[in-house]
């Protein structure tokens, strides 16, 4: 018996492979399918199987935007999810020249959403990289043609933190 085990040991030690974790969690059948969702919304399959946006018309050097964390409602933290979608071009410009205007740079633009969730005393932690704890970050939100000043409660390493009332476009400038 002895003999068997370590016959079975020496086996196995020497036809043993290397098992790698894929780089996404979607399984391979499912990839012309989310392909075909990432594109109706105008998305990488990365950015999209990820929440994030990374790349858009038109502008250099946008750092990766994406939901960093559990959405808080009513001062608690929640499991609902931020959505971060990409915008027009038309949002991108208009983005710019906010940035401009309160002579800062544009780090990010996106669209956000929560579908089905209350945002009562909501805040969005979102992922940007580049984002230095300390660094003077400023939310707008568009309001009818306006930008509107947010609320932002914290910036940390590649985190800004920031109020979420609703659904819109929001834009982070530095």
């Known amino acids: 018996m002895k003999k068997f085990f370590a016959l079975s040991l020496a086996l196995a030690l020497t036809f043993s492979t290397t098992v790698c974790a894929a780089e996404t969690v979607v399984p391979s ?4 399918r989310i392909d075909t969702l990432s594109t109706g919304v105008e998305k990488a399959v990365t950015e999209y199987t990820s929440n994030a946006v990374a790349e858009m018309d ?3 050097d946008l750092p ?3 939901s960093a964390s559990n959405l808080f409602t009513e001062g608690k933290e929640t499991n609902a999810t931020c959505v971060v979608d990409k915008v027009d071009v038309t949002a991108i410009r208009y983005a710019q020249n906010k940035a401009a205007s ?9 669209e956000l959403s929560a579908p ?3 945002l009562v005393d909501a805040q969005v932690a979102l992922t940007v990289e580049g ?3 300390g660094d003077a970050v400023s939310v707008f939100k568009c309001v009818k043609g306006e930008w509107v000043a947010v609320d932002v409660v914290a910036v940390a390493e590649n985190t800004v933190t920031f109020k979420f009332d609703s659904h819109g476009i929001y834009t982070l400038i530095k």
Do not use: C, P
């Open 29 to 32: 059948k499912d990839f012309t």
């Open 58 to 60: 038109g502008v250099r």
């Open 64 to 66: 990766v935007i994406a």
């Open 102 to 110: 309160v002579g800062g740079t544009m780090l990010a633009v996106a």
């Open 116 to 118: 089905g969730v209350n």
């Open 131 to 133: 984002v230095n704890a």
